[in-house]
Each structure stands twice: as C-alpha cells, then as structure tokens.
C-alpha cells in the first residue's frame, strides 16, 4: 500500500538574532500606537482591541530606520521562501505593505486572507505568557463537506487547524492565500507584532 502527500501548505519559520532591532521596533510601534491619531481612530473604530498602522501608516521602512533594517532581512527570508517553495515568478518578490500590531489582553483577529500578494508574514516583537499562536487553517476546509474530524493525536500535516507558537525575533511567512487568524490574547501585556505582504 501507497498513501502519498499531495498540496502541501508551507509554513516558513525562522529567527532573527538581534535583540536590538527587537527592543528598537518595540520603542517605535508604542511610540506610533501613542502618537498616530488615524490608526488609534481607525483600531477604535473597528473593533481592534489596541493599535494597528493597517490603515494609517504605509512608510514606516522610510519614516523608521528600525523598519528599514527588519525589510532588508525580510527579504532575504521571502526569497529563499520563495525559492523553497518552487515559485517561478520572473522577478523578485517587492514589499507591498508593511504595518505594525499590538494587541492588548483579549484582542484578536478574525480569519482573513492577504488577496494582491503572493506572500504574507508577520514579525515578532513582543510575545507575552498566555498571547497565544497564530491559527492557520486547511485552505480545503470549505470544500470537505461531511468529512470527519481528525483524532486527536493525528500528526500535524492532518489537522484542520496548526497553531504557530511565536517568540519575540521570530518570523513566519505563507502563501498570502492560506486563511489565518489570531485567538484572543489572555497575555498580561501587550502583543507586539509587524505584518507585511509581498507581491
């Protein structure tokens, strides 16, 4: 007998050793999340428990050189992504969007997709006790239909769900299609993150 895997979903992980451009970011990020008035109107009114430069702020590599310094080691990391992933894109990979998070005790984020790019990540600054992983889901879930649960100890590659446990230094990246999410935070502190896209 032959079972074999097909569509695999890559999840990349990797660590940046550098405590000093981690505690730079997190200055920066509490310093915008104090003094951007257009992202706190914006978290405020959608919901957002804290501050996201999503819809405020689209410079921060140019305004920042902290950030200017976490792209040129981002890029490194979303070509070999890339390249391990087998994609034939013609040219390189460019950042498209670059925003930062931090989530305050009991904030999430909802399930969503990256649509325009071709790969989405997120770096990690600041991760307390209890903040909890990042969720990935299935990308077939919506078309399984009366499919099964899997068992509990099912491995990893058979779940519907994988919990991405990050630390602060780490980064994660995916193909900006695979549906994820951030569960409520039960973190004393706050969740410091900066996310990006890449098309």
Do not use: C
Not at 59 to 68: G, H
Not at 158 to 183: C, D, I, T
């Amino acid at each position: 007998m032959t079972i074999r895997s097909l569509f695999v979903t890559r999840l990349y992980e990797a660590m940046i050793d550098n405590d000093a451009l981690v505690e730079e970011l997190e200055q920066s990020v509490r310093m915008l999340a104090d003094e951007d008035r257009a992202g706190q109107g914006w978290s405020k009114a959608h919901g957002y428990r804290g501050y996201t430069s999503y819809a405020s702020l689209n410079d921060l590599p140019s305004r920042d050189p902290a950030f200017a310094d976490l792209v040129k080691l981002l890029n490194t990391h979303v070509r070999r992504f890339a390249e391990a992933s087998h994609m034939e894109l013609g040219r390189r990979l460019r950042l498209d969007s670059l925003w930062v998070n931090l989530l305050k005790s009991g904030g999430t984020h909802s399930g969503h997709i990256h649509p325009h790019s071709v790969i989405s990540g997120t770096f990690y600054v600041a991760v307390p006790p209890g903040s909890g992983g990042l969720k990935l889901e299935d990308p077939r879930l919506p078309l399984m239909m009366a499919a099964p649960q899997r068992t509990h100890d099912a491995p990893e590659e058979a779940q519907s769900f994988v919990y991405a446990e990050p630390k602060p230094g780490m980064v994660l990246l995916w193909e900006s299609w695979l549906r994820h999410e951030v569960p409520p935070s039960a973190a004393k502190g706050d969740r410091i993150s900066v996310s990006f896209n890449y098309s």
